[in-house]
Nanobody, 124 residues
Framework: QVQLVESGGGLVQAGGSLRLSCAAS????????MGWFRQAPGKEREFVAA????????YNADSVKGRFIISRDNAKNTVYLQMNSLKPEDTAVYYC?????????????????WGQGTQVTVSS
């Protein structure tokens, strides 16, 4: 099993940036493809970005393309989400997830493990 803990959330003005981190323990993240999802109050959880085992393949939701960058540092057992040009619509709890099964980047139920989430609030 792998345990995931997100950090780096907070309050930021529109147009600003935040960097989220997902620290893993129990297992090396090199064994997993990783994803970021988010959920705003009253809305369904949605896909944000995903990265393959080696980091050479990444996927981004249309809503964040050109603004968010997912990366991984397997040596540090950490996955990152760099969020730039933030919009109020980006306000949500952001979750880190891991899958050791077939990698279907945007499919929430394909992920085996989830963190507790970190709050991101973007003011206008």
């Amino acid at each position: 099993q792998v345990q995931l803990v997100e950090s780096g959330g907070g309050l930021v003005q529109a147009g600003g940036s935040l960097r989220l981190s997902c620290a893993a323990s129990g297992r090396a993240i090199s064994s997993y493809a990783m994803g970021w999802f988010r959920q705003a109050p009253g809305k369904e959880r949605e896909f944000v970005a995903a990265i393959g085992w080696s980091g050479s393949i990444t996927y981004n939701a249309d809503s964040v393309k050109g603004r968010f960058i997912i990366s991984r540092d397997n040596a540090k057992n950490t996955v990152y989400l760099q969020m730039n040009s933030l919009k109020p619509e980006d306000t949500a709890v952001y979750y880190c997830a891991a899958t050791s099964r077939a990698f279907i980047p945007a499919l929430e139920r394909a992920y085996d493990y989830w963190g507790q989430g970190t709050q991101v609030t973007v003011s206008s």
